[in-house]
T-cell receptor, first 113, second 113 residues
Framework: AQTVTQSQPEMSVQEAETVTLSCTYDTSESDYYLFWYKQPPSRQMILVIRQEAYKQQNATENRFSVNFQKAAKSFSLKISDSQLGDAAMYFCAYITGTYKYIFGTGTRLKVLA | EAQVTQNPRYLITVTGKKLTVTCSQNMNHEYMSWYRQDPGLGLRQIYYSMNVEVTDKGDVPEGYKVSRKEKRNFPLILESPSPNQTSLYFC????????????FGPGTRLTVL
């Protein structure tokens, strides 16, 4: 069965610094998608970044980038130049086929001024 | 405005009293999905729908029913709620399938006494 593991329940980062959130997953499939979602205190879920497994190039969205290591089944999120507005819960997710989602347990990110 | 709406936003009910949480999207999306969020467990998918009259189970379907009679609506039905269904529920939709960007509703906080 596919699983997604986020081993860091909580992380802190100083404003303007860089932080990396970890995610590992387990699957026997060769083609799949991985996601990072952000949930600020408003509870609204927002897609941060998406990675296709067959693409070797790591996805990037402005200050957010991923380090995708397919062989190691690792999918970490790097946030550069952290801002106060980055404070949120971050969920790593995997989709099996194109319909069934599996989320990790989340990492709460605190940004210190 | 493109959006996913859920009603009610908050609900307190008693064990065994049937309830329905509505979900509606105005973006003509084919894919819709229900999740529950619990502390320490992240989001877990309950049911998803690929199109009208096509639904399938997620990871935690027990105790829930869904229907998709119209493209825009995807209600979640709890026929006999129990306290272990106390949770925060999210509905989401995306254009074609789960790989596309999911747009989440604002969430429904359900308490079953």
């Amino acid at each position: 069965a596919q699983t997604v593991t986020q081993s860091q329940p909580e992380m802190s980062v100083q404003e303007a610094e860089t932080v990396t959130l970890s995610c590992t997953y387990d699957t026997s499939e060769s083609d799949y998608y991985l996601f990072w979602y952000k949930q600020p205190p408003s509870r609204q879920m927002i897609l941060v970044i998406r990675q296709e497994a067959y693409k070797q190039q790591n996805a990037t969205e402005n200050r957010f980038s991923v380090n995708f290591q397919k062989a190691a089944k690792s999918f970490s999120l790097k946030i550069s130049d952290s801002q106060l507005g980055d404070a949120a819960m971050y969920f790593c997710a995997y989709i099996t086929g194109t319909y069934k989602y599996i989320f990790g347990t989340g990492t709460r990110l605190k940004v210190l001024a | 405005e493109a959006q996913v709406t859920q009603n009610p936003r908050y609900l307190i009910t008693v064990t065994g009293k049937k309830l329905t949480v509505t979900c509606s999207q105005n973006m003509n999306h084919e894919y819709m999905s229900w999740y529950r969020q619990d502390p320490g467990l992240g989001l877990r998918q309950i049911y998803y729908s690929m199109n009208v009259e096509v639904t399938d189970k997620g990871d935690v379907p027990e105790g829930y029913k869904v229907s998709r009679k119209e493209k825009r609506n995807f209600p979640l039905i709890l026929e006999s709620p129990s306290p272990n269904q106390t949770s925060l529920y999210f509905c989401a939709s995306s254009f074609r399938d789960g790989v596309d960007t999911q747009y989440f509703g604002p969430g429904t906080r359900l308490t079953v006494l």
